[in-house]
Every structure is written in C-alpha cells, then in structure tokens.
C-alpha cells in the first residue's frame, strides 16, 4: 500500500514544516522519548559534595573522600565522589550517553585542551556565599565555579571549535547541572535567630547572579537540582532522636518554592532557554517512608549511615579515612551521615527519568 495518489501536496507540505519545526524547537513534551531533548554535546556539572567528581582532592581541606570506604562499589576505587559509587550528575551523564564528567581541578592542560564532553566543577564544602565552607578549608564557590568555567571556554573551547559559531552552538546544546546551596543552609542558617525569607531572597538573588552569567557564556539548558530535607539527615537527627527537624526542611522547602517560581519568570526572561527543576527534596522525604518521625523500616535505614558502621550519633558529615562501613550499602538511604548511597543515587535517576516524577520543566 503506498501513498494514495490523492493526498493533497500542500497538506504534505504543512506536515512536514510542522514536524521540521518541532524538531528545530525540540520542545520537551510528556511523550518524548528522552526527557529534555537529549543530544547534547557536553555535561557540565556545578555544585557542591552531592556531585563532586573529585575537585576537593587537590584543594588544601579536610572536606575529602578519595579514601575507603568510599568508592567501595565504583570501578576503580575511592575518586573524591562522596558515596560507595556514582553520583546523581554520573547518571545523568549516563542516561544521556556521555562520559563521566571529570574534575577541573585533576585535570592537566593538556586534557583540558580535548575534551570537550563535559567537565565538573563542584566542590564539597562550598555554596552559594562566596564564604561558605571556607572554615573548613578550600573549596570552590558558586562563583569560582562559574569563573573556572569561563576559563575554560577562554582556553580550552576556543581552542577545540574552529568557528566562533561552532563554540556558541557546543554551548548551546550543552547541558548545566547545579546543585548547590545546601551548606549554606548548614553553615549560616539558624532555626531560631534566623529569617526563613530574607535568607532564602538572599540566597536566592546570588544564585540567580551566577545562572545569569553562565547564560551571558552561552549556556541554554539547565537541570537545577532544589536542595534537599537537611531536617532529616543523620548528622541532624542525630540530635532529635531520630524524627526530621522539621523547621529546618521548612527554611529548605520555602527556598526550593522561591527556586522553581523564580525560573519560570528568569526563563521568561532570557531567550531560547529551558530549565529542569528537579525536586530532590520530596524524593529524599519519600525514601524516609511516609512519616518524617518515622525511624524505621525493614527494606531500608533511613536514619543511621552506612559509614562509620556502627554511628555514634555525632555532628561529624563524612566517613574518617580507612574506617569500617556497613556490609550491605544497599539497605541505606545514605553513605555517610551527610551524603547519600549510590543506590538513593540511582534510584532519584530512575525517578527523575524513566518514571518522569521528580524532573519537570518550568514553564
Ligand atoms: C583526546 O581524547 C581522545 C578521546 O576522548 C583520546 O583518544 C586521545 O588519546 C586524547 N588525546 C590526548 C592528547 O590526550
Ligand atoms: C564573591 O566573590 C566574587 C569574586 O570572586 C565577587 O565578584 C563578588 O562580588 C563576591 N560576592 C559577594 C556577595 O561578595
Ligand atoms: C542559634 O542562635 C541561638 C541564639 O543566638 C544560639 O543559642 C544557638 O546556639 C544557635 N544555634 C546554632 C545551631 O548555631
Ligand atoms: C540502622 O543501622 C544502624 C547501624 O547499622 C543500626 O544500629 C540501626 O538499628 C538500623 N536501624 C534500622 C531501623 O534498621
């Protein structure tokens, strides 16, 4: 059966410009195959120790992870990566078929000057603030993060893209990962002397200042991670007895709303520009169970860390080098007492993407 010879030319003609320009467009629908698209050239990565690739290794701070027993389940041993395998920005480069993102700060010029695939700038510690962290040692701001990104397109994709238009075009369908912000709330935010609003605006305006400029550099789609329920992470409810702090996820909820409403009006804003915003924090409350007092369930351990294996209680975020972890990370929500499991890592994927529960576009 072929074509019926009375099919109208010009009907033939609309379909296919119709289809052209959906194409042109890749408008993000409900039934596309790959959320956001997909195709893209490059994943470039900025945040803090939920998605460092291993930045902090070569930085002057206590804030590290390049040590057993992290990395207990990724090829090739402990990174920097704070969690027994891949982050969330590793499976998000995996689901849209590009390499791992590697760290700027391990590698040389000369592997900067190739590649052209992504790269990850995030650093344990930091946030938002340009001083958060920085009691702890070196790490790399929201800022420095932006700054280093712009050294490399000065350097590096210049260098790689023969044309002007060809590097603008590299940009464009390039995909920008953030997430950031939550040691800011760790470091600076007090339940009871501190204003929820004004510090969320605060916090706010400064990120959107560094979404802006990665922007002005070319940057067009974005996959903003919101920040997650600190309230009920173990180094905090280590002092609750095991429920969420819950004015503490109240201070987080109310900045991830201002977040979401705030992209809607920035994507108005600026030309052929699409965010993702992606709700973490109800994906990390609905692995807890349905209850935020709740402290205990047989398929997994919501409250108590993989690592140090048998946990103290204590206000302490990462595992000590060489200590002992629990046999079976896959029974726990989180690695350490402020880091998650690979298995909470893969499973927010699998949300974000396959069911299409957590990842939304804003428009
Ligand atoms: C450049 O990268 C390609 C693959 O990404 C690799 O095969 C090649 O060896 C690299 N060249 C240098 C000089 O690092
Ligand atoms: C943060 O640091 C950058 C320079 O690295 C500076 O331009 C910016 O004004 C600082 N932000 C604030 C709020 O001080
Ligand atoms: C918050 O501020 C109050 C009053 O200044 C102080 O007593 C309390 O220790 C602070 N809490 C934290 C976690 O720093
Ligand atoms: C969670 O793990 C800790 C440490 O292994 C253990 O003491 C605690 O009983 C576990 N909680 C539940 C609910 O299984």
């Given at each position: 059966?072929?074509?019926?010879?009375?099919?109208?030319?010009?009907?033939?003609l609309?379909?296919?410009?119709?289809?052209?320009?959906?194409?042109?467009?890749?408008?993000?629908?409900k039934?596309?195959?790959?959320?956001?698209?997909?195709?893209?050239?490059?994943?470039?990565?900025?945040g803090d120790?939920?998605?460092?690739?291993?930045?902090?290794?070569?930085?002057?701070?206590s804030?590290?992870?390049?040590f057993?027993?992290?990395?207990?389940d990724?090829?090739?041993?402990?990174?920097g990566?704070?969690?027994?395998?891949?982050?969330?920005?590793?499976y998000?480069?995996?689901?849209y078929?590009?390499?791992?993102?590697?760290?700027?700060?391990?590698?040389?010029?000369e592997?900067?000057?190739n590649?052209?695939?992504?790269?990850?700038?995030?650093?344990?510690?930091?946030g938002i603030?340009?001083?958060?962290?920085?009691?702890?040692?070196?790490?790399?701001s929201?800022?420095?993060?932006?700054?280093?990104?712009?050294?490399?397109i000065?350097n590096?994709?210049?260098?790689?893209?023969?044309?002007?238009?060809?590097?603008t075009?590299?940009?464009?369908?390039?995909?920008?990962?953030?997430?950031?912000?939550?040691?800011?709330y760790a470091f600076?935010?007090?339940?009871?002397?501190?204003?929820?609003?004004?510090?969320?605006?605060?916090?706010?305006?400064?990120?959107?200042?560094?979404?802006?400029?990665?922007?002005?550099l070319?940057?067009?789609?974005?996959?903003?991670?919101?920040?997650?329920?600190?309230?009920?992470?173990?180094?905090?409810?280590?002092k609750?007895?095991?429920s969420?702090?819950?004015?503490?996820?109240l201070?987080?909820?109310?900045?991830?709303?201002?977040?979401?409403?705030?992209l809607?009006?920035?994507?108005?804003?600026?030309?052929d520009?699409?965010?993702?915003?992606?709700?973490?924090f109800?994906?990390?409350?609905g692995?807890?169970?349905?209850s935020?007092?709740?402290?205990?369930?047989?398929?997994?351990n919501s409250?108590?860390?993989?690592?140090?294996?048998v946990?103290?209680g204590?206000?302490?975020?990462?595992?000590?080098?060489?200590?002992s972890?629990?046999?079976?990370?896959?029974?726990?929500?989180?690695?350490?007492?402020?880091?998650?499991t690979?298995?909470?890592?893969?499973?927010?994927?699998?949300?974000?993407f396959q069911?299409?529960?957590?990842a939304?576009?804003?428009?």
């Amino acid at each position: 059966m072929g074509l019926p010879s009375s099919l109208n030319p010009c009907l033939l003609l609309t379909f296919l410009c119709l289809l052209n320009v959906s194409t042109i467009n890749s408008k993000p629908s409900k039934g596309e195959s790959v959320l956001f698209g997909g195709n893209f050239q490059a994943l470039y990565v900025i945040g803090d120790s939920l998605v460092d690739s291993g930045n902090n290794n070569n930085l002057a701070t206590s804030v590290k992870s390049n040590f057993a027993p992290y990395g207990s389940d990724f090829e090739g041993g402990p990174t920097g990566r704070f969690s027994n395998g891949k982050t969330i920005a590793d499976y998000i480069a995996i689901y849209y078929g590009l390499p791992l993102a590697p760290a700027y700060k391990g590698l040389s010029e000369e592997q900067k000057n190739n590649i052209s695939t992504g790269i990850n700038y995030a650093s344990a510690s930091c946030g938002i603030f340009n001083d958060t962290g920085k009691l702890l040692g070196e790490c790399l701001s929201l800022s420095v993060q932006v700054d280093l990104f712009k050294e490399t397109i000065d350097n590096n994709l210049n260098k790689m893209f023969k044309t002007k238009s060809e590097l603008t075009n590299h940009l464009a369908r390039s995909l920008f990962m953030t997430a950031i912000g939550i040691n800011d709330y760790a470091f600076y935010y007090n339940t009871t002397t501190t204003d929820p609003n004004e510090f969320a605006d605060k916090l706010l305006n400064d990120f959107l200042i560094q979404i802006q400029r990665l922007h002005g550099l070319g940057a067009r789609k974005f996959f903003i991670n919101n920040l997650k329920p600190l309230g009920c992470y173990p180094n905090i409810i280590a002092k609750t007895g095991g429920s969420c702090y819950e004015s503490l996820n109240l201070a987080v909820a109310n900045y991830n709303a201002k977040l979401r409403k705030s992209l809607t009006h920035l994507k108005e804003k600026l030309s052929d520009t699409s965010f993702l915003y992606s709700d973490y924090f109800n994906f990390m409350l609905g692995l807890r169970g349905p209850s935020t007092n709740q402290v205990s369930s047989n398929l997994m351990n919501s409250t108590s860390p993989c690592c140090p294996s048998v946990y103290d209680g204590g206000r302490r975020t990462s595992c000590t080098p060489g200590s002992s972890s629990c046999k079976v990370p896959d029974t726990h929500i989180f690695f350490d007492p402020f880091h998650p499991t690979q298995l909470a890592n893969f499973m927010y994927s699998i949300g974000c993407f396959q069911q299409r529960k957590f990842a939304k576009l804003c428009e």
